[in-house]
């Protein structure tokens, strides 16, 4: 055999060698790629390992289990903080309503007595500025239950129009007091299988951010799907300029913030109720004119009352 044709034989035999190597490279980067697919799909914690012994596929897998794991402290230590919170909140909404229980009482024994003109009127601004305490301190309560656990739910079948109508109503001395009115408009009745309590939450925390953020008159329309039901409230906002429409159901975002007295939870008790309804809330600015949107399945699990 002369020293081509050896020369020959050991070029096949490294490529044939080559091509081995390759292919099992090929096969490792496609295990890595199975086992973190796995991971994102079925929410499992297993590292990353290999079977061919390559230093630098060795290296990246070490470097891939250290990425995932500090990114499983991130999200550990996320949930942490958000308990944390969850507990502040609640704590904080238990601890002030004792006070403000006290305060309520001593200004009714101010009430009762004989009070000259002038302490009336001071005696009338208190009571307000407790009253829109009191209503912080309930939103603050209401948004640590909903975040601490799902209510359950009572399904029913519920015609959404009326119960609009019926909210709006009841709002009516408010929109007045704010010079404001409501249009809305002329709709076949809606009806969907949801829970009327938190639905009726709903409604109410839209129209109240309607009633302290609207510059003008205010338009309702209900919207129907073949498989969805919605509600629209457009309205002209005070300081458009100032508001972030993208972070309006952040909790505690208040736009203006030298402006606000609100907590900004209003918006963000909406989107915890839509969510756990199965539905959504989005929001839209357009030549200064807000709009919120709610949609809702019509049909929501089994209905416990019928």
């Given at each position: 055999?002369n020293?081509?044709?050896?020369?020959?034989?050991?070029?096949v035999?490294?490529?044939?060698?080559?091509a081995?190597?390759i292919?099992?490279?090929?096969?490792?980067?496609?295990?890595i790629?199975?086992?973190?697919?796995k991971r994102?799909?079925?929410?499992?914690?297993?590292p990353?390992?290999?079977?061919l012994?390559s230093?630098?596929?060795?290296?990246?897998?070490?470097?891939i289990?250290?990425?995932l794991?500090?990114?499983?402290?991130?999200?550990?230590?996320?949930?942490?903080?958000e308990k944390r919170?969850?507990?502040?909140?609640?704590?904080?909404s238990h601890?002030?309503?004792?006070?403000l229980t006290?305060?309520?009482g001593y200004?009714?024994?101010?009430?009762?007595?004989?009070l000259?003109?002038d302490?009336?009127?001071k005696l009338?601004?208190?009571?307000?500025h407790?009253?829109?305490l009191?209503?912080?301190?309930?939103?603050?309560?209401?948004?640590?239950?909903?975040?601490?656990?799902e209510?359950?739910?009572?399904i029913?079948r519920?015609?959404?129009?009326?119960?609009?109508t019926?909210?709006?109503?009841?709002?009516?001395?408010?929109?007045?007091?704010?010079?404001?009115?409501v249009?809305?408009e002329?709709?076949?009745?809606?009806?969907v299988?949801?829970?009327?309590?938190?639905?009726t939450?709903?409604?109410?925390?839209?129209i109240?951010?309607?009633?302290?953020?609207?510059?003008?008159?205010?338009?309702?329309?209900?919207?129907?799907?073949?498989d969805?039901?919605?509600?629209?409230?457009?309205n002209?906002?005070?300081?458009?300029?100032?508001?972030?429409?993208?972070?309006?159901?952040?909790?505690?975002?208040?736009?203006?913030?030298?402006?606000?007295t609100?907590?900004?939870?209003?918006?963000?008790i909406?989107?915890l109720?839509?969510?756990q309804?199965?539905?959504?809330?989005?929001a839209?600015?357009?030549d200064?004119v807000?709009?919120i949107r709610?949609?809702l399945?019509k049909?929501?699990g089994?209905?416990?009352?019928?």
């Amino acid at each position: 055999m002369n020293a081509l044709t050896i020369a020959t034989a050991v070029s096949v035999l490294l490529a044939l060698m080559h091509a081995l190597y390759i292919v099992f490279l090929q096969r490792q980067l496609r295990s890595i790629n199975r086992q973190l697919n796995k991971r994102l799909t079925e929410h499992t914690r297993q590292p990353i390992s290999l079977e061919l012994l390559s230093r630098e596929l060795n290296t990246l897998a070490v470097n891939i289990n250290k990425c995932l794991k500090a990114e499983e402290n991130l999200r550990l230590h996320g949930i942490r903080e958000e308990k944390r919170f969850k507990d502040l909140i609640a704590n904080i909404s238990h601890d002030l309503r004792t006070p403000l229980t006290a305060i309520k009482g001593y200004q009714q024994l101010l009430d009762n007595g004989e009070l000259s003109g002038d302490q009336q009127k001071k005696l009338h601004i208190a009571r307000k500025h407790a009253d829109e305490l009191g209503r912080l301190i309930e939103h603050f309560f209401e948004y640590s239950y909903l975040l601490s656990a799902e209510p359950e739910q009572h399904i029913e079948r519920i015609n959404l129009t009326n119960l609009v109508t019926d909210c709006l109503a009841a709002s009516v001395t408010a929109l007045e007091a704010n010079k404001l009115t409501v249009r809305m408009e002329e709709s076949p009745p809606i009806f969907v299988h949801t829970d009327k309590d938190m639905v009726t939450r709903m409604i109410q925390n839209l129209i109240r951010n309607c009633i302290q953020h609207s510059n003008g008159d205010i338009e309702v329309s209900l919207l129907q799907a073949v498989d969805r039901a919605g509600l629209s409230l457009r309205n002209p906002v005070k300081h458009a300029a100032d508001l972030d429409v993208k972070r309006l159901f952040d909790r505690f975002y208040t736009g203006d913030q030298a402006r606000s007295t609100c907590t900004g939870l209003g918006l963000s008790i909406v989107k915890l109720l839509a969510e756990q309804l199965g539905g959504s809330v989005i929001a839209s600015m357009q030549d200064g004119v807000l709009e919120i949107r709610v949609e809702l399945p019509k049909m929501n699990g089994m209905s416990s009352r019928e």
